[in-house]
């Protein structure tokens, strides 16, 4: 049984950064690409980031430029930093495998940008 446990959420105003953490019992981390997901209040859940093992990234739209997201195989953990964050991108973040196990979920971190 693998264990991701996502920290790092917060309230943040815009324009500010935050940086979330996803620590992995297991080591899925060191061998599987890995992803951050996110849902907004009344939204699908969205695939945000994802990085591969070798280091291989990709972003939705909505966060190119502004998100990065990195890996520390070592330390079975994964990253994203969110900078310049808007009130659009408030909601619940999670971290997973990409494509994610079904009900493989776990609570997330709740990101709310507001002034």
């Known amino acids: 049984q693998v264990q991701l446990v996502e920290s790092g959420g917060g309230l943040v105003q815009p324009g500010g950064s935050l940086r979330l953490s996803c620590a992995n019992s297991?080591?899925?981390?060191?061998?599987?690409?890995m992803g951050w997901y996110r849902q907004a209040p009344g939204k699908q859940r969205e695939l945000v980031a994802r990085i591969t093992r070798g280091g291989s990234t990709n972003y939705a739209d909505s966060v190119k430029g502004r998100f990065t997201i990195s890996r520390d195989n070592a330390k079975n953990t994964v990253y994203l930093q969110m900078n310049s964050l808007k009130s659009e991108d408030t909601a619940v973040y999670f971290c997973?495998?990409?494509?994610?196990?079904?009900?493989?979920w776990g609570q997330g971190t709740q990101v709310t940008v507001s002034s």
């Open positions: 997973n495998r990409n494509p994610p196990p079904r009900g493989s």
């Open positions: 297991g080591s899925i981390a060191t061998i599987y690409t």
